[in-house]
């Protein structure tokens, strides 16, 4: 029986599953021309004040266009845990948790609440850390785990033989690899700059920045695949647009933690994600 959930409330389970591996590694944003600690909080979707105590800035007009700013990542609470023992796994002082997030010593948490903690001791975040992901204003920052390469015979982990995706039906050009972590994936080592374009037809259904992945389209077939094509600098499509093969959804831009440009395609079908080199494609029109 197909899947009941509205599109909306697919991309936010998505979104979900995939915010724990922020915690994964340290998100840092060099600081553009233009842009403020109030333009970035906007787009990591977290508060300035967080980020100015992350990186112990008193006074956010003072910060010049290449300062290196430290982001903090967001910890989805599961059942079960408390504050004391959240903050006891990212190593920080229980008054350090709650004041990151503007809670007092009495705060209640439940089970989907989303938590800052400092991104620089999140990587050493307990012996099994939660799932997934994160963005960037100008670049990408931080990719969900490492990456083993893509062959037309390669399959994660196991090297069984897998159908290899038609010629060109890639969201970017340039050699593929699975990411090795819990949000299964490709990346795609890109030229800078270069396009991508949606493989097949379909509606976007999310458009945005997506903290380890720059800026995402969300874009749902017309068999409720979801197809996901991030590492964007930006975007050239908006939620409602019908995409066919072949549409530019935006260009690659640089991912701050790997130093080079880097696409992400990923497919997701009732919520779990498929293998992306053999998702359904559609010819170029």
Not at 105 to 130: F, H, M, N
């Amino acid at each position: 029986m197909r899947n009941a959930r509205t599109p909306a409330a697919l991309v936010a389970a998505l979104l979900l599953a995939a915010a724990p591996l922020a915690a994964a590694e340290p998100v840092w944003h060099v600081l553009g021309k233009g842009e403020t600690v109030y333009s970035l909080s906007r787009a990591y979707g977290v508060s300035a004040e967080a980020i100015l105590k992350a990186n112990g800035i008193t006074d956010a007009r003072k910060l010049s266009v290449g300062a290196r700013l430290l982001i903090p990542a967001v910890h989805v609470v599961d059942k079960g845990e408390t504050l004391y023992g959240i903050a006891r796994r990212y190593g920080i002082p229980l008054a350090e948790l709650l004041a990151l997030n503007g809670l007092g010593s009495d705060a209640l948490i439940r089970p989907g609440d989303r938590l800052l903690v400092p991104a620089a001791v999140a990587g050493k975040a307990g012996e099994t850390p939660p799932a997934a992901s994160g963005t960037t204003g100008s670049g990408t920052a931080g990719s969900a785990g490492k990456a083993t390469s893509v062959g037309a015979s390669a399959d994660r982990g196991t090297g069984a033989a897998k159908p290899a995706a038609p010629a060109g039906a890639w969201p970017a050009a340039g050699p593929q690899r699975y990411l090795d972590g819990k949000l299964f994936g490709i990346a795609i080592d890109a030229a800078d700059s270069a396009p991508i374009v949606a493989v097949r037809s379909g509606t976007v259904v999310s458009a945005g920045p997506f903290r380890g992945f720059g800026r995402v389209a969300f874009v749902q077939a017309g068999d409720g695949l979801i197809y996901v094509y991030g590492g964007a600098d930006r975007l050239e499509v908006k939620v409602g647009d019908a995409v066919s093969p072949g549409t530019r959804i935006g260009t690659v831009g640089m991912d701050l933690a790997e130093r080079r440009p880097v696409a992400y395609f990923m497919v997701f079908r009732n919520g779990a994600a498929i293998d992306p080199g053999s998702a359904p494609r559609e010819p170029s029109r």
